[in-house]
């Protein structure tokens, strides 16, 4: 479908008084190309990683939730951006899953926040999710270099 390039359009509506005019703006459904690959370049986390990002992050040293969300952004160069309801999510169910011990404390900006860190637990899960994501990324590099 060709993209719409009318925005406004304005015409006398039969029996209004000859003044009155009707505008409305017509939106096309279909964006254009350039915008449909910009939307598909997704900045979401990959269904199923962001426990294993978050436990490498804590690997490197403890760190709050938003220095911990930032991180995964610088690292991955932008690509990825996590979302604070899910990071909250996942804090809770690896805490309560014994992979991350926490406390109160004060950042460098004098204000309080929750610092995780790595438990001997979540250093073990960190290993076996980091064998088991780098043996599915490889099967799939190798599905992708496939010659028709």
Not at 71 to 83: A, D, L, P, T, Y
Request: aromatic share 6%; with cysteine.
């Amino acid at each position: 479908m060709e993209n719409l390039s009318v925005s406004c359009v304005s015409w006398r509506e039969p029996g209004w008084p000859k003044n009155v005019l009707v505008s409305f703006l017509l939106t096309n459904k279909m964006k254009r190309r350039e915008d449909r690959v910009m939307a598909d370049q997704s900045t979401d986390v990959i269904q199923g990683t962001l426990d294993m990002l978050i436990l490498k992050t804590l690997s490197l040293e403890p760190m709050h939730g938003f220095g911990i969300a930032r991180r995964i952004e610088q690292i991955s160069r932008g690509v990825f951006k996590v979302n604070p309801g899910s990071l909250m999510t996942a804090f809770q169910r690896l805490e309560r899953d014994g992979l991350l011990d926490s406390e109160w404390r004060h950042t460098d900006n004098s204000r309080r926040a929750k610092f995780y860190r790595l438990s001997r637990a979540g250093r073990r899960r960190l290993e076996v999710e980091t064998a088991d994501w780098t043996r599915r990324a490889a099967a799939v590099a190798r599905l992708l270099r496939t010659q028709e």
